[in-house]
Structures are given as C-alpha cells and as structure tokens.
C-alpha cells in the first residue's frame, strides 16, 4: 500500500472529486493496483473510452489521488489516500456543510425523511454503545 499522511489526506480532501474521478477511486481501492484497461473493466456499462479514463486518472494525479509505477512500456496506477480516510474526512465535509457540524441534525434529517427507520437508528446506537 502507498498510502500518504494525515496533514496530504486533509490537504487533498479539500480538491472535490467530480463523480467520474470517484468512480475510478472505486476501483482502485478494491483492486489496490490497476492499468487503465484493468479499471475501464470494473467499469460499468457503458463503459467509458480508454483515453476518458486515461485523462480522469492522471487528473486524479495532478490531485495527488493517484500515483503510478512502470510496469513495462505501460503503468499501474494505486491510490494514495485510502477509502476509510477518504469516506471519513467526506462524511465530516457533509456533516460541516449541510448540518452546522451537527451529527444528531445529520441523523434527524435523515429519519425525517424516511431515509433511515427505527430499526437502522438502533443498530447505530448499539455499535456506538460497544
């Protein structure tokens, strides 16, 4: 794994990822390691033309979301900031944006809206009393 610091995780986190560079992440992060035609594969359909995902990944470079070796005359590219950082540094991103910093108007919302029952509102609460 070549993951990277708390302090680039946070700088990077900063940069939005548009929902195709996101969807690439995806694959990097369950794969760890992939050449272009490996992610356009784990793509779903349609799937999107070899110098699409090219140019969205060294985009996801220039964010510093993606690194690359030499593997031969082509390359393997790997995340550099791992999914659980990432998903958790975006879920605080939401909770700030949209719920005053507040996780209990994040969950309130979410049971107003018939987002999440009862039973999904226990389950949380028992993982938080373990």
Do not use: C
């Amino acid at each position: 794994m070549h993951y990277i610091t708390k302090t680039l995780v946070e700088k990077m986190i900063k940069k939005s990822l548009t929902k195709a560079e996101e969807q690439i992440m995806q694959v990097l992060w369950r794969i760890d390691m992939a050449s272009v035609s490996d992610v356009i594969k784990l793509l779903p359909k349609p799937k999107p033309a070899y110098n699409t995902v090219s140019t969205i990944i060294r985009i996801l470079e220039n964010k510093e979301f993606v690194s690359h070796e030499q593997k031969g005359r082509g390359y393997l590219y790997f995340p550099l900031i791992d999914k659980e950082k990432y998903s958790q540094q975006t879920a605080k991103k939401l909770v700030d944006n949209y719920f005053e910093g507040s996780f209990k108007s994040m969950v309130s919302f979410f049971i107003e809206k018939k987002e999440m029952d009862i039973n999904e509102l226990e389950e949380i609460l028992k993982q938080i009393n373990k």
